[in-house]
């Protein structure tokens, strides 16, 4: 099992930065990626950004070149820097931990993310 906690929300104002962090713990040595996911009201959840154990990154085309995913080994913690955040980015922000064998998504409780224009 994996356990992950999300911190960093907040409301902010059109514009602003937050950077989210998302603590992992327990079995962190069988996963192969981490990521992080929003969810707004009324709307599907959807990946916002990916960064594989190797560092290679995805990002969603709303995102690029204002976000950016990064990972402390060290700390098992994985972050989002949000830069440039549009009233469109509010959402639910979620941690995600993907192991490919046996398939497995881990999902950490979620974090409010509000942007005023």
């Known amino acids: 099992q994996v356990q992950l906690v999300e911190s960093g929300g907040g409301l902010v104002q059109a514009g602003g ?5 998302c603590a992992a713990s327990g079995s962190i040595f069988s ?3 981490m990521g992080w ?8 959840r959807e990946l916002v950004a ?3 154990n190797g560092g290679s990154t995805n990002y ?11 990972r402390d080994n060290a700390k098992n913690t994985v972050y989002l820097q949000m830069n440039s955040l549009k009233p469109e980015d509010t ?3 979620y ?4 192991r490919s064998w046996p398939s497995a998504q881990y999902w950490g409780p979620g974090t409010q993310v509000t942007v005023s224009s």
Not at 17 to 21: E, I, Q, V
Not at 37 to 44: F, T
Not at 95 to 98: E, G, K, P, Q
């Open 17 to 21: 930065s937050l950077r989210l962090s």
């Open 31 to 33: 996963i192969n990626s």
């Open 37 to 44: 996911y929003r969810q707004a009201p009324g709307k599907q």
């Open 50 to 52: 990916r960064i594989t």
């Open 60 to 70: 969603a085309d709303s995102v690029k070149g204002r976000f950016t995913i990064s």
């Open 91 to 93: 959402a639910v922000y």
């Open 95 to 98: 941690c995600n931990a993907a």
